[in-house]
């Protein structure tokens, strides 16, 4: 539990910024947040922060207000503790994201590997762990909303890849293999949106982290390896023969085109 003098001594710091934010109208025309937690110290301290970037709170106490509050209010991005009563995080993930692409970052007691793979292959846009200092949740929502704007700014451009017998479309977030789909999470189809995009280019393990959970992403390479694994897994449920995701042993991995 975050401790009442840590708290003040938090919003102390960042109190100028919230003033300077509020006399240049940055409040106006605000956008909610969707925090989700059973704990009121964090909710409160969350509410409180996400006031200070221009986001108007809005709080579940469980899992099932949750959704209702999601469909409600329709969130800019979603704050989702794992451990909350009547429905778990990661089931809220999964019924927010079979029909929202927002982001969504999940917060939770438990920091090991399965843990955070679990709730990134389910769909979730980042993971903190905590005891987490409330900037740090902000900096994640800034960096989580940037990378957002930017894939919708890329759609534009062209948001349809196809290669061979492999179709991905962003707007739809859909995958296709010989016109079949194929079942994978957000972040699955940006990875493969990643690498496809640029053929027999190797990526290392710190691009990817970089690219699909954005620089400040306090993760690690056996993230990225885990995930490869699930969508490798996914991928070779279907034949593929012209093309492959490779691994350069020591460096990362590559869309690697096969010749006939």
């Known amino acids: 539990m975050l401790g009442q003098d840590y708290l003040l001594q938090e919003i102390r710091e960042e109190l100028p910024v919230s003033l300077i934010k509020y006399l ?10 969707l925090i989700a937690d059973d704990n009121k110290d964090i909710t409160d301290i969350l509410s409180t922060y996400s006031r200070m970037e221009g986001f108007e709170p809005v709080v579940a106490k469980d899992g099932e207000e ?17 451990m909350m009563p009547k429905e778990d995080g990661y089931e809220v993930c999964r019924k927010i994201r079979s029909k929202s692409n927002v982001p969504v970052i999940l917060i939770t ?15 979730a846009d980042d993971y903190i762990v905590k005891p987490f200092s409330p900037r740090e949740v902000m900096a994640r929502v800034r960096a989580v909303l940037r990378r957002m704007a930017k894939s919708e700014k890329d759609d534009k451009s062209g948001n349809v890849l196809r290669i061979s017998d492999l179709e991905i479309n962003l707007d739809e977030y859909t995958l296709y293999i ?12 940006e990875t493969m949106w990643t690498l496809a995009s640029n053929p027999n280019k190797v990526f290392t393990r710190d691009n990817l982290l970089d690219s699909l959970w954005g620089f400040d992403y306090f993760g ?3 993230t990225v390896d885990s995930h490869i694994k699930r969508l ?3 991928l070779d449920a279907h034949e593929h023969p012209s093309w492959t ?3 350069i042993w020591g460096v990362g991995y590559k869309f690697e085109i096969l010749e006939k």
């Open 24 to 33: 240049k109208g940055e409040r106006c025309g605000m956008q909610h947040i």
């Open 66 to 82: 949750a959704i209702k509050l999601f469909t409600q209010y329709n969130p800019e991005v979603v704050l989702l503790d794992v």
């Open 232 to 234: 490798r897994a996914k």
């Open 109 to 123: 007691a438990r920091g090991e590997d399965f843990d955070k793979i679990m709730g990134l292959d389910i769909g």
């Open 245 to 247: 995701i490779k691994t």
């Open 220 to 222: 690690d390479s056996r």
């Open 178 to 189: 010989s016109g079949k789909k194929v079942q994978l999470t957000k972040k699955e189809i």
